[in-house]
């Protein structure tokens, strides 16, 4: 089954250090690959994808994120972590339709909620 | 631009009643769904359209009907509301396909079943 992964519910780290939050994927074909971010009480704001080319990807906030192919995984990264970073992250992958072909739909990660300290 | 603009923000409902949820987007997307939030599962696609007039299920489509009418608009209807349903809904829209394109997410409708 196609699916995606974000195997850590929440990530805790110090404002200034490095952050990394993690998504793996399973999908049959090229994976398009997104991640959004949910502020409380707001919807999904978009942050960056990978559809192809440099497997380094960078998106708003200062947010970035590696596509391994040979990892399955689109790891998101920022350098220096801000208080006001802290919010919901989700991570989507496209499954290749039944054609294999662009479909509509994107398969959600359960979400990780980062949270920066002061 | 208004984006996309969902009504009501919060609603309480006893099990039976229906409902409609509004969602309308202002940026002439063709495409537009509807997906839940529940917790410790992320979202999951209730319905969605690729343009006004077609309509298709998504993952969670039981207790769920839809119609895309026009371009803007993207109503959500529950036809006789059940405790499972009480979730937070979103509606998204997207020039392109979802899978391929930025989606653009309202903000929420918070729904209660008694």
Redo the contacts between chains.
């Keep these: 089954a196609q699916s995606v992964a974000q195997p850590e519910d929440q990530v805790n780290v110090a404002e200034g250090n490095p952050l990394t939050v993690k998504c793996t994927y399973s999908v049959s074909g090229n994976p398009y690959l997104f991640w959004y971010v949910q502020y409380p009480n707001r919807g999904l704001q978009f942050l960056l994808k990978y559809i192809t080319g440099d497997n380094l990807v960078k998106g708003s906030y200062g947010f970035e994120a590696e596509f391994n192919k040979s990892q399955t995984s689109f790891h998101l990264k920022k350098p220096s972590a801000l208080v006001s970073d802290s919010a919901l992250y989700f991570c989507a992958v496209r499954p290749a339709g039944g054609d294999g072909g662009a479909t509509n739909k994107l398969i959600f990660g359960t979400g990780t909620l980062l949270a920066v300290q002061p | 631009n208004a984006g996309?603009t969902q009504t009501p923000k919060f609603q309480v409902l006893k099990t039976g009643q229906s409902m409609t949820l509004q969602c309308a987007q202002d940026m002439n997307h063709e495409?537009m769904?509807w997906?839940r939030q529940d917790p410790?599962?992320?979202?999951?696609?209730i319905h969605?359209s690729?343009g006004a007039g077609i309509t298709?299920q998504?993952?969670v489509p039981n207790g769920y009907n839809v119609s895309r009418s026009t371009t803007e608009d993207f109503p959500l209807r529950l036809l006789s509301a059940a405790p499972s349903q009480t979730s937070v809904y979103?509606c998204?829209s997207s020039y392109g396909?979802?899978?391929?394109e930025?989606?653009?997410?309202?903000?929420?409708t918070r729904l209660l079943v008694l």
Excluded: H, I
């Design positions: 996309v495409y769904s997906y410790g599962m992320g979202l999951r696609l969605y690729v298709d998504g993952e979103f998204a396909l979802a899978g391929s930025t989606q653009y997410f309202g903000p929420g």
